[in-house]
């Protein structure tokens, strides 16, 4: 296939408008040959996105594919092969960088470029110009006569020699208004089997200057939430200390870090730093708790100090960090009991955030390959979530979904969490209270979403009273909490 002149286009089907693909920006920055980006959500039509994509009258089409978007990305690939054959369509990222076979057999896609793409996808656009043979192009696979040929693999030694994915002049006006994705690492050194970072190896890194060099042009453009995308910020204590000191000797302004960190082996000297030198709202820690049960944590080939991870938490929390906190519904040997004495244990450290996650039975990783030995039934469509297991059921499962939608409410979105400490703070079962407050929200037919703030306490207020639950101290915690959310005065629901 020789071709004179292509025009290539990176196509990014986002979660959200804030969310920017930071993967086609780094195609583009590291190919040596022009490329357009078009970016779209999931909340955009597929028919939009098919004719835009004509209408630049491309060669060859990239899609950067994800649990989120893989199905819309999938019809549009399909339309447009049925549109004209001599698409060059290529994909790549984790959706597709483990089981693939499908896209080549229904003749979806073209080429798969698996795992880090930078230096794959430019070895490709040059060999597709100058009809140069692919057979030594890592990370790449295709289709050859009707066989699935995979190439080698390789992970990029030298990460500093990439080009930076910020400068483009199109982001500039919006980088204020985004999440801005940054990594001071890839790779991860846990193989947890539910998790795709567990099937990557080794744990490389980007020099510190380089990193702080992009969070500085960032911040001269107006980024305000800059998130880490490294699998465990404090995989390497001396340096995640040291970029903390980093960051906050720069002091900006009006800018929230987040990071992924491992709690259980937070060493207590970054611990005591942040507690006695980090300002209010500028780092974020976000832990993957998951389960308490060690039995379940052995399941999973995780390696876990829960009590000393609990611990770490408590410190935290005497100094200036915002603390999310994880948990997965629906693994091995985790059964409801053993569920909420995990959930009751973890909300009750009040840390400000606390999200359930429902496990995802991911493609390529172990726990996938072992769904028959715990009998799980999961969805075939992204995003594979489970169904039920031998140790939960779905019933129980939906049990799980509702205390969810009640946490989200009336814990993580900060409206009421004084008044929900003085409500809990002597209850040993908080679990069981937020599923109680969700059958009564479903016994009287109470939104859950596009509510009123005004409702939420009033509908709260019914319950507690309801239930027996309501005493003069909760009340008055009650008033307290809606005047203070409010910056002007608010509509008195008393």
């Keep these: 296939m020789k071709v004179i002149f292509m025009k290539t286009i990176l196509v990014g089907i986002n979660s959200k408008f804030i969310h920017p693909n930071l993967a086609i920006r780094y195609l583009k920055a590291n190919c040596d040959f022009p490329i357009e980006l078009m970016e779209y959500t999931i909340k955009d039509s597929e028919a939009e996105i098919y004719s835009a994509i004509i209408n630049t009258n491309p060669n060859i089409i990239g899609f950067s594919c994800y649990i989120w978007n893989i199905k819309h990305i999938y019809n549009i690939a399909k339309k447009l092969k049925e549109y004209d054959p001599n698409y060059i369509i290529i994909f790549g990222g984790p959706e597709v960088s483990y089981e693939y ?31 140069h043979p692919i057979e030594t192009i890592e990370n790449l696979a295709y289709l050859k006569s009707d066989l699935i040929i995979r190439n080698s693999q390789k992970t990029i030694d030298n990460l500093n020699a990439l080009k930076s994915p910020y400068e483009f002049i199109e982001d500039f006006e919006t980088i204020k208004n985004k999440v801005q994705y940054v990594e001071l690492s890839r790779g991860c050194p846990y193989k947890c089997s539910y998790c795709l970072a567990s099937l990557e190896t080794g744990l490389r890194f980007f020099e510190m200057s380089k990193t702080l060099e992009k969070i500085d042009f960032l911040i001269s453009k107006g980024a305000r939430t800059i998130k880490f995308l490294d699998r465990s910020f404090n995989a390497n204590k001396r340096i995640a200390l040291n970029f903390f000191e980093a960051l906050i000797k720069k002091d900006y302004h009006n800018t929230v870090f987040q990071f992924e960190i491992n709690g259980d082996i937070l060493s ?48 935290m929390q005497k100094s200036k960090l915002i603390l999310h906190l994880d948990l997965i519904a629906g693994l091995p040997y985790e059964d409801l009991d053993s569920f909420k004495k995990t ?42 979530e489970i169904i039920e297991n031998k140790f939960i059921t779905a019933d129980e499962l939906n049990q799980i979904h509702k205390v969810e939608d009640l946490l989200e409410i009336y814990w993580n979105k900060g409206f009421m969490n004084e008044a929900m400490k003085t409500i809990l703070r002597n209850n040993d079962n908080p679990f069981d209270f937020f599923l109680d407050l969700a059958d009564y929200y479903d016994k009287n037919q109470l939104l859950t979403h596009n509510y009123q703030l005004f409702n939420l306490f009033t509908n709260l207020i019914s319950f507690l009273k309801e239930t027996d639950r309501m005493t003069q101290e909760i009340n008055d915690q009650l008033k307290l909490d809606y005047i203070k959310y409010h910056k002007i005065k608010p509509k008195i629901y008393w």
């Excluded at 708790?289 to 611990?311: P, W």
Aim: charged share 30%; aromatic share 14%.
């Design 101 to 131: 076979d499908t896209y080549f057999k229904e003749k979806i896609a073209d080429f798969i470029i698996v795992n880090e793409g930078e230096h794959a996808f430019n070895k490709l656009i040059m060999a597709l110009k100058h009809n």
């Design 268 to 315: 207590p000297e970054i611990i005591e730093y942040l507690t006695k030198n980090l300002k209010k709202d500028y780092f974020r820690f976000e832990l993957g708790i998951q389960s308490t049960n060690n039995q379940v944590n052995q399941a999973i080939d995780r390696i876990q100090d829960t009590e000393g991870l609990i611990k770490n938490i408590k410190a």
């Design 343 to 384: 959930f009751n244990q973890i909300f009750l450290l009040f840390a400000e955030e606390l999200q359930l996650g429902f496990l995802k039975m991911l493609r390529g990783t172990k726990m996938r390959k072992e769904a028959s030995k715990y009998n799980y039934t999961y969805n075939e469509d992204p995003p594979y």
